[in-house]
């Protein structure tokens, strides 16, 4: 059983298959530092300043003991996170949608089969249909 896993383990499909994850989870975190870091202060800047992140429905405010301390948090629904996320989203179909393009770009194109002539067969039966006359 453990030789049968072996083997599975180290099929290409698995091997490749591990380093799309992994490589998939490293643009992830670039493309989301690009929207948090890059894109969204710009759309914040000409949206008047606005931080899309903090944009938040309360349903419930937080609760807080005498000293300070947290006794329920607050329940809140953040809207602004979702449009973030929303904006992550298109940006990294954009990024999937270039690399795919850059990758079918960079293929050979295949040449089509040439078209094919009278088999064997059928060039005896002609030569042969020929001799009888």
Do not use: C
């Amino acid at each position: 059983m453990l030789k049968e896993f072996k083997n599975f383990i180290m099929t290409g499909n698995v091997i490749d298959f591990a380093v799309a994850v992994i490589l998939a989870g490293a643009v992830g975190l670039v493309v989301n530092g690009f929207v948090n870091d890059i894109i969204m202060p710009i759309v914040g800047h000409f949206a008047g300043g606005m931080d899309f992140a903090s944009l938040k429905y309360i349903l419930s405010p937080a609760e807080l003991a005498a000293d300070g301390a947290v006794v329920k948090p607050e329940n809140a629904v953040r809207w602004g996170a979702w449009i973030n996320s929303i904006i992550n989203l298109i940006i990294v179909g954009f990024v999937m949608f270039m690399m795919v393009k850059a990758y079918n770009k960079s293929k050979k194109p295949v040449e089509a089969a040439a078209p094919a002539g009278p088999s064997q067969e059928d060039l005896l039966a002609e030569i042969r249909d020929l001799l009888k006359k």
